[in-house]
Protein backbone atom coordinates (compact mmCIF):
# COMPACT_ATOMS: atom_id res chain seq x y z
CA UNK A 1 0.00 0.00 0.00
CA UNK A 2 1.42 2.89 -0.88
CA UNK A 3 2.04 6.00 1.71
CA UNK A 4 3.58 9.24 1.81
CA UNK A 5 4.44 9.81 5.79
CA UNK A 6 3.27 12.38 7.82
CA UNK A 7 3.66 12.99 10.88
CA UNK A 8 0.67 14.90 12.90
CA UNK A 9 2.62 15.97 16.11
CA UNK A 10 4.71 18.36 13.76
CA UNK A 11 2.12 20.38 13.39
CA UNK A 12 3.08 24.13 14.35
CA UNK A 13 1.83 27.47 14.66
CA UNK A 14 2.69 30.05 12.30
CA UNK A 15 5.86 31.79 12.89
CA UNK A 16 5.85 33.92 16.11
CA UNK A 17 6.55 37.27 14.06
CA UNK A 18 4.05 36.95 11.44
CA UNK A 19 1.54 35.64 14.60
CA UNK A 20 -1.94 36.80 14.33
CA UNK A 21 -2.74 38.63 17.67
CA UNK A 22 -5.14 36.69 19.85
CA UNK A 23 -8.12 38.83 22.06
CA UNK A 24 -7.47 36.46 24.50
CA UNK A 25 -3.19 37.24 24.83
CA UNK A 26 -4.04 40.82 24.62
CA UNK A 27 -6.95 41.28 27.01
CA UNK A 28 -6.51 38.22 29.22
CA UNK A 29 -9.50 35.23 29.38
CA UNK A 30 -11.81 37.13 31.36
CA UNK A 31 -12.35 39.98 28.19
CA UNK A 32 -12.90 37.10 25.40
CA UNK A 33 -16.60 37.77 23.82
CA UNK A 34 -18.36 35.03 21.79
CA UNK A 35 -17.70 37.39 18.84
CA UNK A 36 -13.95 37.28 19.70
CA UNK A 37 -13.46 34.03 19.76
CA UNK A 38 -14.45 33.40 16.19
CA UNK A 39 -10.65 34.87 14.80
CA UNK A 40 -9.98 34.67 11.57
CA UNK A 41 -6.69 32.13 10.89
CA UNK A 42 -3.84 33.27 9.38
CA UNK A 43 -4.34 31.86 5.84
CA UNK A 44 -7.27 32.42 3.28
CA UNK A 45 -10.10 30.34 4.48
CA UNK A 46 -13.46 29.09 2.30
CA UNK A 47 -15.93 32.07 2.85
CA UNK A 48 -18.13 29.12 4.62
CA UNK A 49 -15.64 28.05 7.06
CA UNK A 50 -15.28 31.21 9.59
CA UNK A 51 -19.13 30.73 9.78
CA UNK A 52 -18.82 27.09 11.00
CA UNK A 53 -15.60 28.27 13.02
CA UNK A 54 -18.15 30.60 14.38
CA UNK A 55 -20.79 28.87 15.55
CA UNK A 56 -18.55 25.99 17.34
CA UNK A 57 -16.68 28.94 18.76
CA UNK A 58 -20.18 30.49 20.18
CA UNK A 59 -20.69 26.34 21.90
CA UNK A 60 -17.12 26.57 23.60
CA UNK A 61 -18.14 30.02 25.01
CA UNK A 62 -21.33 29.26 26.19
CA UNK A 63 -19.85 26.36 28.33
CA UNK A 64 -17.00 28.23 29.45
CA UNK A 65 -17.24 28.52 33.20
CA UNK A 66 -14.80 30.83 33.55
CA UNK A 67 -11.65 28.66 34.35
CA UNK A 68 -12.88 25.40 32.03
CA UNK A 69 -15.23 24.39 30.01
CA UNK A 70 -18.43 21.44 30.71
CA UNK A 71 -18.96 19.12 28.39
CA UNK A 72 -22.93 20.78 27.97
CA UNK A 73 -24.60 22.55 30.31
CA UNK A 74 -27.33 20.18 30.99
CA UNK A 75 -25.94 16.49 31.02
CA UNK A 76 -22.55 17.02 31.73
CA UNK A 77 -22.09 19.81 34.39
CA UNK A 78 -18.99 19.49 36.04
CA UNK A 79 -15.47 19.30 34.14
CA UNK A 80 -14.21 16.05 32.78
CA UNK A 81 -10.53 15.08 32.15
CA UNK A 82 -10.19 13.78 28.84
CA UNK A 83 -13.25 16.05 27.58
CA UNK A 84 -10.96 19.05 28.54
CA UNK A 85 -8.29 17.59 26.38
CA UNK A 86 -9.92 17.69 23.48
CA UNK A 87 -11.97 20.69 24.29
CA UNK A 88 -8.14 22.54 24.82
CA UNK A 89 -6.99 20.95 21.63
CA UNK A 90 -9.79 23.22 19.41
CA UNK A 91 -9.57 25.95 21.74
CA UNK A 92 -5.71 26.88 21.34
CA UNK A 93 -6.64 28.30 17.64
CA UNK A 94 -9.00 30.04 19.09
CA UNK A 95 -7.75 31.26 22.75
CA UNK A 96 -4.58 29.55 23.07
CA UNK A 97 -4.86 31.32 26.97
CA UNK A 98 -8.17 29.55 27.71
CA UNK A 99 -6.64 26.55 26.58
CA UNK A 100 -3.52 26.62 28.60
CA UNK A 101 -6.13 27.38 31.41
CA UNK A 102 -8.23 24.53 30.72
CA UNK A 103 -5.56 22.12 30.97
CA UNK A 104 -4.63 24.01 34.30
CA UNK A 105 -7.47 24.00 35.93
CA UNK A 106 -7.92 20.26 35.27
CA UNK A 107 -4.24 19.33 36.41
CA UNK A 108 -5.05 21.42 39.45
CA UNK A 109 -7.08 18.79 41.21
CA UNK A 110 -4.52 16.01 40.39
CA UNK A 111 -4.16 13.23 43.51
CA UNK A 112 -0.99 13.17 45.45
CA UNK A 113 -0.33 9.50 43.88
CA UNK A 114 -0.06 11.25 40.50
CA UNK A 115 -3.91 10.05 39.18
CA UNK A 116 -6.07 12.44 37.26
CA UNK A 117 -9.69 12.17 38.33
CA UNK A 118 -11.92 11.75 35.60
CA UNK A 119 -14.44 14.60 37.03
CA UNK A 120 -13.56 17.89 38.65
CA UNK A 121 -16.57 19.13 40.53
CA UNK A 122 -18.12 22.59 40.62
CA UNK A 123 -19.39 23.18 44.12
CA UNK A 124 -21.75 26.34 42.24
CA UNK A 125 -23.58 23.31 40.41
CA UNK A 126 -26.64 21.90 42.64
CA UNK A 127 -25.68 18.70 44.10
CA UNK A 128 -28.31 16.84 42.67
CA UNK A 129 -27.85 17.98 39.02
CA UNK A 130 -25.30 14.87 38.01
CA UNK A 131 -25.16 11.40 39.73
CA UNK A 132 -22.85 9.94 41.32
CA UNK A 133 -21.77 13.66 42.38
CA UNK A 134 -19.17 14.91 45.28
CA UNK A 135 -21.78 13.32 47.98
CA UNK A 136 -20.90 9.75 46.50
CA UNK A 137 -17.64 9.57 45.94
CA UNK A 138 -16.50 11.61 49.03
CA UNK A 139 -12.87 11.81 47.45
CA UNK A 140 -11.23 14.71 50.01
CA UNK A 141 -12.40 12.04 53.10
CA UNK A 142 -12.29 8.95 51.27
CA UNK A 143 -9.34 9.64 48.91
CA UNK A 144 -7.26 11.12 51.47
CA UNK A 145 -4.63 8.38 51.87
CA UNK A 146 -4.27 8.13 48.19
CA UNK A 147 -3.80 11.96 48.16
CA UNK A 148 -7.02 13.33 46.59
CA UNK A 149 -6.90 17.23 47.46
CA UNK A 150 -8.52 18.99 50.48
CA UNK A 151 -9.57 22.11 48.20
CA UNK A 152 -11.89 20.89 45.60
CA UNK A 153 -14.06 17.61 45.16
CA UNK A 154 -13.67 14.74 42.79
CA UNK A 155 -14.12 11.52 41.75
CA UNK A 156 -11.69 8.58 42.51
CA UNK A 157 -11.20 6.99 39.49
CA UNK A 158 -9.21 8.22 35.94
CA UNK A 159 -9.90 8.95 32.33
CA UNK A 160 -7.50 8.58 28.91
CA UNK A 161 -4.01 10.22 29.16
CA UNK A 162 -4.47 12.28 26.32
CA UNK A 163 -3.53 15.23 28.34
CA UNK A 164 0.80 15.41 27.55
CA UNK A 165 -0.44 15.34 23.77
CA UNK A 166 -2.80 18.11 24.41
CA UNK A 167 -0.50 20.39 26.05
CA UNK A 168 2.19 20.23 24.06
CA UNK A 169 -0.44 21.38 20.91
CA UNK A 170 -1.45 24.12 23.04
CA UNK A 171 2.15 24.89 22.83
CA UNK A 172 2.45 25.05 19.45
CA UNK A 173 -0.44 27.05 18.85
CA UNK A 174 1.42 30.07 20.79
CA UNK A 175 4.99 29.39 21.78
CA UNK A 176 5.06 33.12 22.91
CA UNK A 177 2.30 33.15 25.32
CA UNK A 178 2.92 29.73 26.49
CA UNK A 179 6.69 30.14 27.37
CA UNK A 180 5.66 33.72 28.96
CA UNK A 181 3.16 32.03 31.33
CA UNK A 182 5.94 29.05 31.87
CA UNK A 183 2.96 26.81 30.60
CA UNK A 184 5.19 23.48 29.65
CA UNK A 185 7.24 24.14 32.54
CA UNK A 186 4.27 23.96 35.13
CA UNK A 187 2.34 21.64 33.50
CA UNK A 188 5.38 19.06 33.29
CA UNK A 189 6.48 17.60 36.28
CA UNK A 190 2.38 16.91 37.09
CA UNK A 191 1.84 14.81 33.71
CA UNK A 192 5.32 12.55 34.55
CA UNK A 193 3.72 12.24 37.78
CA UNK A 194 -0.05 11.37 36.28
CA UNK A 195 2.25 8.74 33.31
CA UNK A 196 4.16 7.47 36.53
CA UNK A 197 0.58 6.47 38.19
CA UNK A 198 -0.93 5.22 35.35
CA UNK A 199 2.78 2.69 34.09
CA UNK A 200 3.28 2.12 38.13
CA UNK A 201 0.40 1.69 40.33
CA UNK A 202 -2.02 0.78 37.42
CA UNK A 203 0.31 -2.17 35.64
CA UNK A 204 -2.15 -4.77 37.43
CA UNK A 205 -1.20 -7.49 34.78
CA UNK A 206 2.25 -7.21 35.49
CA UNK A 207 3.51 -7.09 31.48
CA UNK A 208 3.62 -2.98 31.61
CA UNK A 209 0.34 -2.19 30.35
CA UNK A 210 -1.62 0.12 32.37
CA UNK A 211 -5.17 -1.33 33.59
CA UNK A 212 -8.64 0.36 33.59
CA UNK A 213 -10.59 -1.02 36.85
CA UNK A 214 -14.37 0.53 35.90
CA UNK A 215 -15.56 0.86 32.84
CA UNK A 216 -15.74 4.61 32.97
CA UNK A 217 -12.03 4.82 33.09
CA UNK A 218 -11.78 3.78 29.24
CA UNK A 219 -14.41 6.78 28.26
CA UNK A 220 -16.20 4.90 26.37
CA UNK A 221 -18.71 3.48 28.92
CA UNK A 222 -21.19 0.94 27.98
CA UNK A 223 -19.10 -0.71 25.20
CA UNK A 224 -19.77 -4.28 24.53
CA UNK A 225 -16.55 -5.40 25.11
CA UNK A 226 -17.48 -4.48 29.02
CA UNK A 227 -20.37 -7.32 28.99
CA UNK A 228 -18.20 -10.30 29.62
CA UNK A 229 -16.35 -8.53 32.72
CA UNK A 230 -19.03 -7.00 33.67
CA UNK A 231 -21.06 -10.16 34.03
CA UNK A 232 -19.36 -11.14 37.21
CA UNK A 233 -20.62 -7.83 39.37
CA UNK A 234 -23.54 -7.85 40.99
CA UNK A 235 -25.64 -4.53 40.28
CA UNK A 236 -26.24 -2.20 42.73
CA UNK A 237 -29.94 -2.30 43.65
CA UNK A 238 -31.90 0.46 41.28
CA UNK A 239 -33.41 2.32 44.11
CA UNK A 240 -30.04 2.62 45.77
CA UNK A 241 -29.04 5.45 42.63
CA UNK A 242 -30.63 7.96 40.84
CA UNK A 243 -29.60 8.42 37.19
CA UNK A 244 -29.91 12.16 36.41
CA UNK A 245 -28.37 11.48 32.99
CA UNK A 246 -32.31 10.14 31.74
CA UNK A 247 -33.42 13.86 32.73
CA UNK A 248 -31.81 15.26 29.71
CA UNK A 249 -31.38 12.06 27.31
CA UNK A 250 -33.51 9.78 25.51
CA UNK A 251 -33.30 6.33 27.81
CA UNK A 252 -32.58 4.54 24.48
CA UNK A 253 -29.33 6.43 23.83
CA UNK A 254 -28.34 5.69 27.45
CA UNK A 255 -26.89 2.81 29.26
CA UNK A 256 -29.20 0.57 30.77
CA UNK A 257 -30.04 0.45 34.51
CA UNK A 258 -28.31 -3.08 35.07
CA UNK A 259 -25.40 -1.88 33.79
CA UNK A 260 -25.40 1.02 35.65
CA UNK A 261 -25.97 -0.54 38.91
CA UNK A 262 -23.04 -2.51 38.13
CA UNK A 263 -21.13 0.58 37.57
CA UNK A 264 -22.21 1.36 40.55
CA UNK A 265 -21.25 -1.24 42.77
CA UNK A 266 -17.69 -1.33 40.98
CA UNK A 267 -17.30 2.61 42.18
CA UNK A 268 -18.67 2.19 45.79
CA UNK A 269 -16.41 -0.66 45.86
CA UNK A 270 -13.30 1.39 44.92
CA UNK A 271 -13.98 4.21 47.32
CA UNK A 272 -14.99 2.13 50.24
CA UNK A 273 -11.27 0.78 49.79
CA UNK A 274 -9.86 4.07 49.82
CA UNK A 275 -9.34 4.22 46.07
CA UNK A 276 -6.04 1.83 46.83
CA UNK A 277 -4.67 0.07 43.35
CA UNK A 278 -4.19 -3.84 44.41
CA UNK A 279 -3.22 -6.44 42.14
CA UNK A 280 -6.34 -8.82 40.83
CA UNK A 281 -4.72 -11.92 42.98
CA UNK A 282 -4.81 -10.02 46.36
CA UNK A 283 -8.64 -10.66 48.43
CA UNK A 284 -9.43 -7.72 48.00
CA UNK A 285 -8.13 -6.66 44.96
CA UNK A 286 -10.61 -5.15 41.62
CA UNK A 287 -13.56 -6.90 40.33
CA UNK A 288 -13.21 -5.83 37.18
CA UNK A 289 -9.58 -5.25 35.64
CA UNK A 290 -9.12 -4.97 31.86
CA UNK A 291 -5.90 -3.46 29.64
CA UNK A 292 -7.52 -1.76 27.11
CA UNK A 293 -5.67 -0.70 23.82
CA UNK A 294 -7.08 2.45 23.14
CA UNK A 295 -5.94 3.58 26.43
CA UNK A 296 -2.45 2.13 25.99
CA UNK A 297 -2.13 4.15 22.84
CA UNK A 298 -3.27 7.49 24.15
CA UNK A 299 -0.70 6.66 27.04
CA UNK A 300 2.15 5.71 24.79
CA UNK A 301 1.49 8.74 22.38
CA UNK A 302 1.46 11.01 25.19
CA UNK A 303 4.46 9.72 26.41
CA UNK A 304 6.05 10.60 23.45
CA UNK A 305 4.53 14.19 23.73
CA UNK A 306 5.59 14.26 27.12
CA UNK A 307 9.34 13.46 25.80
CA UNK A 308 8.68 16.31 23.26
CA UNK A 309 7.61 18.56 26.24
CA UNK A 310 10.86 17.46 28.23
CA UNK A 311 13.47 18.33 24.70
CA UNK A 312 10.86 21.73 24.29
CA UNK A 313 12.40 22.80 28.02
CA UNK A 314 15.89 21.57 27.00
CA UNK A 315 16.06 18.65 29.28
CA UNK A 316 15.56 15.92 26.48
CA UNK A 317 14.38 12.49 27.84
CA UNK A 318 16.19 9.71 25.37
CA UNK A 319 14.71 7.00 28.29
CA UNK A 320 10.96 8.44 27.74
CA UNK A 321 11.28 7.10 24.03
CA UNK A 322 12.73 4.18 24.81
CA UNK A 323 9.76 3.03 27.22
CA UNK A 324 7.68 4.35 24.58
CA UNK A 325 8.93 2.00 21.86
CA UNK A 326 8.85 -0.83 24.79
CA UNK A 327 5.32 -0.24 25.52
CA UNK A 328 4.41 -0.10 21.76
CA UNK A 329 5.95 -3.80 21.49
CA UNK A 330 3.82 -4.99 24.96
CA UNK A 331 0.59 -3.55 23.19
CA UNK A 332 1.59 -5.60 20.38
CA UNK A 333 2.53 -8.50 21.83
CA UNK A 334 -0.65 -8.60 24.84
CA UNK A 335 -3.42 -7.23 22.76
CA UNK A 336 -2.81 -7.84 19.14
CA UNK A 337 -5.37 -9.91 17.19
CA UNK A 338 -4.29 -11.61 13.69
CA UNK A 339 -7.91 -13.23 13.08
CA UNK A 340 -9.99 -9.97 14.05
CA UNK A 341 -7.45 -7.88 12.32
CA UNK A 342 -7.29 -5.12 15.32
CA UNK A 343 -6.22 -5.01 18.92
CA UNK A 344 -8.56 -6.86 21.55
CA UNK A 345 -9.21 -5.75 25.04
CA UNK A 346 -7.57 -8.50 27.61
CA UNK A 347 -9.90 -9.54 30.95
CA UNK A 348 -6.92 -9.53 33.74
CA UNK A 349 -9.86 -11.52 35.76
CA UNK A 350 -10.74 -14.53 33.07
CA UNK A 351 -8.66 -17.32 31.60
CA UNK A 352 -6.30 -19.87 33.19
CA UNK A 353 -2.98 -18.87 35.20
CA UNK A 354 -3.88 -15.47 35.91
CA UNK A 355 -2.59 -13.98 32.68
CA UNK A 356 -6.49 -12.84 31.73
CA UNK A 357 -8.20 -14.00 28.11
CA UNK A 358 -8.95 -11.49 25.68
CA UNK A 359 -12.62 -10.14 25.22
CA UNK A 360 -13.45 -11.14 21.42
CA UNK A 361 -15.35 -7.92 20.65
CA UNK A 362 -14.53 -5.47 17.84
CA UNK A 363 -14.77 -1.94 19.11
CA UNK A 364 -13.20 1.47 17.67
CA UNK A 365 -10.37 1.32 20.38
CA UNK A 366 -9.32 -1.37 18.23
CA UNK A 367 -8.19 0.31 15.92
CA UNK A 368 -6.48 3.74 17.93
CA UNK A 369 -2.87 2.28 17.83
CA UNK A 370 -2.98 3.72 14.58
CA UNK A 371 -1.85 6.71 16.61
CA UNK A 372 1.53 5.21 17.36
CA UNK A 373 4.55 5.72 14.63
CA UNK A 374 6.40 2.66 16.02
CA UNK A 375 3.65 0.49 14.66
CA UNK A 376 4.92 -2.24 12.33
CA UNK A 377 3.45 -2.18 8.69
CA UNK A 378 2.21 -5.48 8.50
CA UNK A 379 -0.61 -4.19 11.11
CA UNK A 380 -1.44 -0.88 10.02
CA UNK A 381 -2.05 -2.49 7.08
CA UNK A 382 -3.98 -4.69 8.41
CA UNK A 383 -5.90 -2.05 10.64
CA UNK A 384 -6.59 0.24 7.42
CA UNK A 385 -8.23 -3.11 5.99
CA UNK A 386 -10.40 -3.50 9.43
CA UNK A 387 -11.58 -0.06 9.43
CA UNK A 388 -12.69 -0.18 5.68
CA UNK A 389 -14.01 -3.44 5.93
CA UNK A 390 -17.23 -4.72 6.87
CA UNK A 391 -17.07 -4.59 10.30
CA UNK A 392 -16.72 -0.57 10.68
CA UNK A 393 -17.55 -0.01 6.88
CA UNK A 394 -15.15 3.24 6.70
CA UNK A 395 -15.80 5.31 3.08
CA UNK A 396 -18.60 2.00 2.18
CA UNK A 397 -21.88 1.97 4.51
CA UNK A 398 -20.98 4.71 6.70
CA UNK A 399 -18.60 7.96 6.93
CA UNK A 400 -17.67 7.87 10.15
CA UNK A 401 -16.34 4.51 12.11
CA UNK A 402 -18.80 3.10 14.48
CA UNK A 403 -17.96 2.60 18.32
CA UNK A 404 -18.92 -1.18 17.75
CA UNK A 405 -19.03 -3.57 15.06
CA UNK A 406 -21.61 -2.85 12.52
CA UNK A 407 -21.84 -6.83 12.32
CA UNK A 408 -21.95 -7.40 16.06
CA UNK A 409 -24.42 -9.35 17.61
CA UNK A 410 -25.31 -6.58 20.19
CA UNK A 411 -24.81 -3.37 17.46
CA UNK A 412 -26.94 -0.89 18.25
CA UNK A 413 -26.87 2.49 15.89
CA UNK A 414 -28.35 4.90 18.54
CA UNK A 415 -27.30 3.34 22.27
CA UNK A 416 -24.12 5.54 23.45
CA UNK A 417 -21.04 3.40 22.73
CA UNK A 418 -22.82 0.10 21.53
CA UNK A 419 -22.52 1.78 17.93
CA UNK A 420 -22.77 5.25 17.40
CA UNK A 421 -20.32 7.17 15.67
CA UNK A 422 -18.25 9.30 18.08
CA UNK A 423 -16.15 13.10 17.43
CA UNK A 424 -13.31 11.94 19.52
CA UNK A 425 -12.73 8.50 18.58
CA UNK A 426 -12.97 9.69 14.63
CA UNK A 427 -10.77 12.70 15.47
CA UNK A 428 -8.12 10.47 17.06
CA UNK A 429 -8.21 7.64 14.23
CA UNK A 430 -8.20 10.66 11.10
CA UNK A 431 -5.01 11.32 13.46
CA UNK A 432 -3.63 7.74 13.02
CA UNK A 433 -4.27 7.57 9.60
CA UNK A 434 -2.30 10.63 8.20
CA UNK A 435 0.33 9.88 10.65
CA UNK A 436 0.74 6.66 8.13
CA UNK A 437 0.10 8.01 5.10
CA UNK A 438 -3.12 7.37 4.98
CA UNK A 439 -3.91 10.53 3.11
CA UNK A 440 -7.04 10.36 1.13
CA UNK A 441 -8.98 8.06 3.84
CA UNK A 442 -7.94 10.60 6.19
CA UNK A 443 -9.14 13.37 4.40
CA UNK A 444 -12.76 12.03 3.44
CA UNK A 445 -13.12 11.50 7.30
CA UNK A 446 -11.89 14.85 8.00
CA UNK A 447 -14.44 15.89 5.78
CA UNK A 448 -17.86 13.26 7.17
CA UNK A 449 -16.64 14.95 10.28
CA UNK A 450 -16.39 18.84 9.75
CA UNK A 451 -20.07 18.19 7.68
CA UNK A 452 -21.53 16.06 10.10
CA UNK A 453 -20.86 17.94 13.36
CA UNK A 454 -22.17 21.10 11.71
CA UNK A 455 -25.45 18.93 10.59
CA UNK A 456 -25.72 17.30 14.00
CA UNK A 457 -26.22 20.38 15.95
CA UNK A 458 -22.62 19.61 17.37
CA UNK A 459 -24.12 16.17 18.52
CA UNK A 460 -22.52 14.09 21.30
CA UNK A 461 -22.32 11.35 19.04
CA UNK A 462 -24.81 10.06 16.00
CA UNK A 463 -26.45 7.25 14.36
CA UNK A 464 -23.64 6.06 12.00
CA UNK A 465 -25.73 5.18 9.27
CA UNK A 466 -28.43 8.00 9.18
CA UNK A 467 -25.73 10.48 11.23
CA UNK A 468 -28.78 11.29 13.07
CA UNK A 469 -27.90 13.13 16.39
CA UNK A 470 -28.16 11.45 19.55
CA UNK A 471 -27.30 12.62 23.40
CA UNK A 472 -26.60 16.04 23.54
CA UNK A 473 -26.20 19.33 21.06
CA UNK A 474 -23.83 21.99 21.92
CA UNK A 475 -21.14 19.18 22.85
CA UNK A 476 -17.90 20.56 23.68
CA UNK A 477 -15.35 18.43 22.13
CA UNK A 478 -17.54 18.27 18.88
CA UNK A 479 -17.23 21.92 18.88
CA UNK A 480 -13.77 21.61 20.17
CA UNK A 481 -12.43 18.69 17.05
CA UNK A 482 -14.55 20.61 14.47
CA UNK A 483 -12.35 23.93 14.96
CA UNK A 484 -9.14 21.62 14.91
CA UNK A 485 -10.06 20.53 11.54
CA UNK A 486 -11.19 23.26 10.18
CA UNK A 487 -8.40 25.22 11.00
CA UNK A 488 -6.01 22.54 8.82
CA UNK A 489 -3.73 24.43 6.39
CA UNK A 490 -5.56 25.30 2.97
CA UNK A 491 -2.06 23.56 0.87
CA UNK A 492 -2.94 19.97 3.17
CA UNK A 493 -6.80 20.83 3.52
CA UNK A 494 -8.62 18.63 0.72
CA UNK A 495 -11.55 19.86 -1.43
CA UNK A 496 -13.78 17.63 0.33
CA UNK A 497 -13.68 19.58 3.63
CA UNK A 498 -13.99 22.71 2.11
CA UNK A 499 -17.39 21.53 0.28
CA UNK A 500 -18.26 19.95 3.49
CA UNK A 501 -18.41 24.01 5.11
CA UNK A 502 -20.27 24.68 1.78
CA UNK A 503 -23.04 22.51 2.53
CA UNK A 504 -23.39 23.73 6.33
CA UNK A 505 -23.25 27.16 4.99
CA UNK A 506 -26.14 26.08 1.90
CA UNK A 507 -28.45 24.87 5.19
CA UNK A 508 -27.75 27.71 6.57
CA UNK A 509 -28.77 30.01 4.32
CA UNK A 510 -31.89 28.24 3.20
CA UNK A 511 -32.85 28.28 6.62
CA UNK A 512 -32.26 24.48 7.78
CA UNK A 513 -31.95 24.06 11.38
CA UNK A 514 -28.39 22.94 12.12
Not at 26 to 49: M, N, R, W, Y
Not at 152 to 166: F, K, M, R, Y
Not at 393 to 422: I, K
Request: include cysteine; aromatic fraction near 8%.
Amino acid sequence: MDRTAADPAAETAAPEAERVPTIASDLGVTDVTPDSLTLVPPFSAPEAAPRLRSAAARVLHANWTGTSTVPSRGLYPHQWSWDSAFIAIGLRHLSPLRAQIELETLLAAQWGDGRVPHIVFNPDVPAGAYFPGPGFWRSSTDGRGAGAPGAVETSGIVQPPVHALAALLVHRADPGLSRARGFLARLRPKLAAWHRYLLERRDLGGAGLASVVHPWEQGMDNSPCWDAPLARVTPAPARSFRRADLDHGTVSDRPTDLDYGRYVRLAVRYRDGGYADRGPGSADGPEFAVEDPAFNALLIASEQALAEISAELGEPEPERLARAGRLTDVLVERLWDPEAGLFLCRDLLAGPGGEGAPVPERAVGGLLPLLLPGLPPRMVDALVHTARGPHFGLGGPVELVPSYDLLGPVFDPRRYWRGPAWFNTNWLLERGLRLHGERGLAAGLRAALVETAAASGFAEYVDPYTKESCGTRDFSWTAALCVDLLSQEPAREPAAVVRAAGRWADRRTAGVRV
